[in-house]
């Protein structure tokens, strides 16, 4: 049933904010999103009783009122999907006849990682000296002269670094960009898979991306 819900809201969205992309839509509704139930105890998985984690709720439960006024918005172009799936190796006939275009060019550079998706998924290889870099740029449809500081949780076994911590917003529209650091603390052996936030904060929003991690053996 999660499906006629949330294209229900998607529709409510579009209709308040036409100028909205399909992935702005999708931003508002995940970085809005709610991770306890009316009893404003943790959500549990229906499956068996325990807890429950973003492999099972994603982003959280929908809340269509505060995903109207969001904020801020992570928002993709086509453009940005055809350089993603250059990156993932997609030949340029495959390319073509997912996005219905016939001139299509690819970045020299682009990584996957580097998409402008509200939440963050790091996989530390046993190679990769455990340190993932990650980009992301937002868009502030909140009001002007905004200023927004970051949050950041999660477990002990991943150190979090983002630049700058702090973004300002002198207008609607504005763009800003920020980078993520993330360095795992544990040995890939040890470490089973964790969750953590990201969250953007100012006097009237929050803008949380959830972000999951997991180490590859």
């Given at each position: 049933m999660s499906c006629p819900h949330i294209s229900g809201v998607a529709a409510l969205l579009k209709a308040a904010h036409p100028e909205w992309?399909?992935?702005?839509?999708?931003?508002?509704?995940?970085?809005?999103?709610?991770?306890?139930?009316?009893?404003?105890?943790s959500l549990r998985d229906a499956a068996g009783g325990l807890l429950a984690t973003p492999f099972a709720f994603g982003a959280g439960h929908v809340d269509p009122q505060k995903a109207l006024s969001p904020g801020l918005l992570y928002?993709?172009?086509?453009?940005?999907y055809v350089s993603f799936l250059c990156s993932l190796n997609y030949t340029t006939p495959h390319i073509q006849v997912i996005t219905k275009m016939s001139n299509i060019t690819c970045p020299r550079k682009f990584r996957p990682?580097?998409?402008?998706?509200?939440?963050?998924s790091v996989v530390f290889k046993k190679k990769s000296k455990h340190v993932m870099r990650f980009r992301r740029e937002v868009t502030n449809v909140g009001p002007a002269?905004?200023?927004y500081n970051v949050k950041v949780?999660?477990?002990?076994?991943?150190?979090?670094?983002?630049?700058?911590a702090k973004l300002v917003f002198n207008k609607v529209g504005q763009k800003q960009r920020y980078y993520v650091i993330f360095a795992s603390t544990v040995d890939a052996s040890n470490a089973k898979p964790d969750f953590g936030w990201i969250s953007w904060m100012s006097s009237q929003h929050v803008v949380r991306s959830p972000i999951a991690y997991t180490w590859k053996i």
């Open positions: 992309s399909p992935a702005a839509i999708k931003s508002a509704l995940m970085t809005t999103a709610y991770t306890v139930d009316n009893t404003n105890s928002d993709i172009s086509t453009k940005d990682g580097d998409l402008n998706y509200p939440s963050f002269m905004s200023v949780s999660g477990p002990a076994s991943v150190s979090v670094k983002v630049t700058p």
